[in-house]
């Protein structure tokens, strides 16, 4: 169990550029979420997976936002023609059947700035 | 819906000193409840969580924290702080309707800095 892996750790991009970041959660656990966490801010769901399969979507999620979960293993989440108000921490999760309501495994988060 | 509010957003003990970070929650069906903590550039580490057994739950690190239902607190305490205390602390909530509603909703979190 290495936990859950975020990559990039960092990343700055130029407004209107696309970014795509990678989540691999812990293996055995079929479901697995995004968060968004702004400065000074509490982390807002953003959308989350079981297996492959995508549940639930939150109006956070613009249309310049996609996430895929292909083979119900590892996720990317697409952003594109970033802007500065993109800007912000994202945060995956995981958790196995039954856990969810008893508490995620947390990634460290990609950190996102856009200028 | 649900949601968390968590009084005092900067906290300030010294070293030895009792910890108290407070949460309160809102929920229309019996919640359940987290605390997390987050170091700087970190993702979140659980602290501890209520799932109705308990009213008062242990957590890591010495933390504990009691389900008040009447207060709909969930306040978070630890006896002694130590300097490696120093955090962000997020109070959070999920509902126990089943599946497809376990995201958690979040506090907007307490900064605890810890004073030698």
């Known amino acids: 169990d290495t936990g859950v892996s975020q990559d990039p750790r960092h990343k700055i991009t130029k407004r209107g550029q696309n970014v795509t970041f990678r989540c691999d959660p812990i293996?055995?656990?079929?479901?697995l979420y995004w968060y968004r966490q702004t400065l000074g801010q509490g982390p807002e769901f953003l959308t989350y997976?079981?297996?492959?399969?995508?549940?639930?979507k939150s109006r956070l999620l613009s249309d310049r936002f996609s996430a895929e979960r292909p083979k119900g293993s590892f996720s990317t989440l697409e952003i594109q023609r970033t802007e500065q108000g993109d800007s912000a921490m994202y945060l995956c999760?995981?958790?196995?059947?039954?856990?969810?309501?008893?508490?995620?495994?947390f990634g460290s988060g990609t950190r996102l700035t856009v200028v | 819906a649900q949601s968390v509010t968590q009084l005092g957003s900067h906290v300030s003990v010294s070293e030895g000193a009792l910890v108290l970070l407070r949460c309160n929650y809102s929920?229309?069906?019996?919640?359940?409840l987290f605390w997390y903590v987050q170091y700087p550039n970190q993702g979140l580490q659980l602290l501890l969580k209520?799932?109705?057994?308990?009213?008062l739950v242990k957590g890591i690190n010495g933390f504990e924290a009691e389900f008040k239902k009447s207060e709909t607190s969930f306040h978070l305490t630890k006896p002694s702080a130590h300097m490696r205390d120093a955090a962000e602390y997020f109070c959070?909530?999920?509902?126990?309707?089943?599946?497809?509603?376990?995201?958690?909703?979040f506090g907007t979190g307490t900064r605890l800095t810890i004073i030698p």
């Open positions: 999760a995981s958790s196995s059947p039954g856990q969810g309501n008893y508490g995620y495994t």
């Open positions: 959070a909530v999920s509902d126990r309707s089943g599946i497809g509603n376990e995201k958690l909703t």
């Open positions: 997976f079981q297996n492959e399969a995508q549940l639930e």
């Open positions: 209520y799932t109705s057994a308990a009213t």
């Open positions: 293996s055995e656990h079929n479901r």
């Open positions: 929920s229309s069906v019996p919640p359940y």
